[in-house]
């Protein structure tokens, strides 16, 4: 008989209707494929069942989370060579029901599960959200999906994301650090804002504080922060206090539809409105531009997908709903700046910097694999996994341009017409 890892591939191959792009080592010891080929180990029988039970990215994204799969070699390397199976089919590939019309990919998948072992499909790892299938996104439920991706522990997050601690996407240099990458980034904000000292600053999604302390001490704003999370909260009024700026940054608890104390004179949005969701996004542009005085602006920082041809179609990912972001959404950036003309703002500028995402998050895994002992201690094995294989899997999608990643400038225009903004636009590039 053939070692398991000849008959994986090959039973992989029939099932696939395509070559497997990986070299496989299974649980037996064996391998087959390329010998040059980035190689993907099997531990053991468990895998497969898990990738047999929940056929796509979803069963493997629990083999991998629950260390029943690893990658030799270089990760990077090897999510990519799988993409083609995994993330980029495409919607006119053929979906595993038609596939099982064939008589031999039937038989292949039943040599499959004789191989996989007792036909019992293996629980979920504990890092997997437990979640209703519709977003609601009430209070509720964001509060509970924004306490599963940033509760992680302060600790933790100062791993990944280094002293800055910035969580979105930096604005590098060519010879730029991290850290003066995200400085630039958060300079580049308060430019578009056109921040002067005296004026009221709401920061949505604050994260650990560092867009209003940069907006406060640079540039002599008051700001107002909120967040769901308690964690991001403590540690941001800490890094306030610290830096001695109480009396012009207060952080609060809170959602941002139960903000009233506007009128702004700005209000930046970074990263944040992944989180708000479709059915919800023309009620979140609408309380951010009744919170504007007229002539204040809005930055709006936000990860973008591509359009699909049928919108209806569309499906939330589904390794990151389970693992990163229960309930995020992306939307293609036509569709972000068509709610917020909807909602009165008018839109005077839409920058994307896809390509320096990709490269945050290679240096956010580079922290992170740098200090994996420290990362697994503070959180889990399964949770440190699910970091490393998301960072590294979006990395790849931005350099593909899979996804991308915009900065809109819009402006709550008074019936004047006077914007308020230059003649020529980008000029706080210097």
């Known amino acids: 008989m053939a070692d398991a890892a000849s008959r994986l591939r090959s039973l992989a191959e029939q099932m696939l209707g395509a070559p497997l792009p990986v070299r496989l080592k299974a649980w037996d010891g064996s391998q087959a494929g390329p010998p040059d080929a980035p190689t993907l180990v099997v531990r053991n029988r468990r895998a497969l069942r898990r990738m047999l039970f929940k056929p796509g990215e979803l069963g493997l994204a629990r083999a991998w989370v629950s260390g029943d799969l690893e990658i030799e070699g270089d990760l ?39 191989l996989a072992g007792p036909p019992i499909p293996p629980a979920p790892p504990r890092e997997e959200v437990r979640r209703p299938r519709r977003h609601l996104h009430t209070r509720r439920t964001d509060k509970r999906a924004i306490s599963h991706h940033y509760d992680v522990g302060n600790d933790f997050y100062e791993i990944v994301l280094g002293p800055s601690m910035v969580y979105s996407c930096a604005y590098w240099e060519d010879a730029g650090t991290l850290e003066s990458a995200q400085r630039d980034k958060l300079e580049l904000v308060c430019a578009k804002l056109g921040l002067k000292e005296g004026q009221r600053l709401l920061d949505v999604g604050c994260g650990w504080g560092s867009m209003a302390i940069h907006a406060a001490r640079e540039h002599g704003v008051s700001v107002v922060g909120v967040t769901l999370s308690q964690e991001q909260a403590a540690y941001a009024r800490k890094r306030v206090a610290d830096e001695g700026l109480t009396d012009r940054v207060e952080i609060r608890v809170q959602d941002y539809r139960d903000v009233v ?66 309930d995020g959404e992306l939307a293609p950036v036509g569709s972000t700046v068509t709610q917020l003309e909807r909602a009165g703002f008018e839109v005077r500028d839409v920058e994307s910097i896809r390509e320096h995402y990709a490269r945050t998050l290679r240096r956010w895994v580079a922290n992170l694999e740098a200090d994996w002992d420290r990362a697994v201690r503070l959180t889990s094995p399964g949770r440190a996994r699910v970091w490393r294989l998301y960072m590294a899997a979006s990395a790849l999608a931005f350099e593909r341009n899979r996804i991308g990643v915009n900065q809109v400038l819009a402006v709550r225009t008074p019936e004047s017409g006077a914007s308020g903004l230059p003649l020529r636009a980008r000029t706080w590039h210097g």
């Open 261 to 326: 104390d506007g009128p702004f004179d700005a209000i930046s949005s970074i990263g944040m409105a992944e989180h708000v969701g479709a059915e919800r996004y023309l009620e979140y542009a609408r309380q951010l531009y009744a919170l504007l005085k007229p002539g204040g602006r809005l930055l709006n920082h936000q990860i973008a997908r591509r359009p699909q041809r049928d919108e209806s179609t569309y499906e939330v990912d589904e390794f990151i709903d389970a693992y990163v972001f229960p």
């Open 76 to 114: 990077y390397t090897t999510l990519d060579a799988m993409a083609g199976l995994v993330w980029e089919r495409g919607e006119d590939a053929r979906s595993l029901a038609q596939a099982l019309r064939d008589p031999g990919v039937r038989a292949a998948a039943r040599e499959l599960l004789k």
